[in-house]
Nanobody, 122 residues
């Protein structure tokens, strides 16, 4: 079970760190991705990290600004978001898949957290 947290209201240019905490002893076996969604857009891929953290992948829109990392000892994945823009406003979700093969579609993920709201004002 996944739980995302850390969202909030910030100004453009600010930073936030989102956390995705997982329960269960097999967390280190799962790759984790962050997605985001607004009412006007379907859920979109943001970032991905393999089960052991040796590889990451980012959407072009966040590359160079966001960093995904994980601490398997703490069963937690982080999304460091810097230089936030108003267009980053969305509900952010973390999701897990058993394979570390990169999948950009939400259909490739079996477990989802409840989402955390990020609002960036201009």
């Amino acid at each position: 079970q996944l739980q995302a947290s850390g969202g909030g209201l910030v100004q453009a240019g600010d930073s936030l760190i989102l956390s995705c905490a997982a329960s269960g002893r097999t967390f280190s076996s799962y790759a984790i991705a962050w997605f985001r969604q607004t009412p006007a857009r379907k859920r979109e891929f943001v970032a991905f990290i393999t089960s052991n953290g040796d590889a990451t992948n980012y959407a072009d829109s966040v590359k160079g600004r966001f960093t995904i990392s994980r601490d398997n000892a703490r069963n937690t994945v982080y999304l460091q978001m810097n230089s936030l823009k108003p267009e980053d406003t969305a509900v952010y979700y973390c999701a897990a898949r058993a394979s570390s093969v990169l999948v950009l579609s939400e259909s490739g993920y079996v477990d989802w957290g409840q989402g955390t709201q990020v609002t960036v004002s201009s």
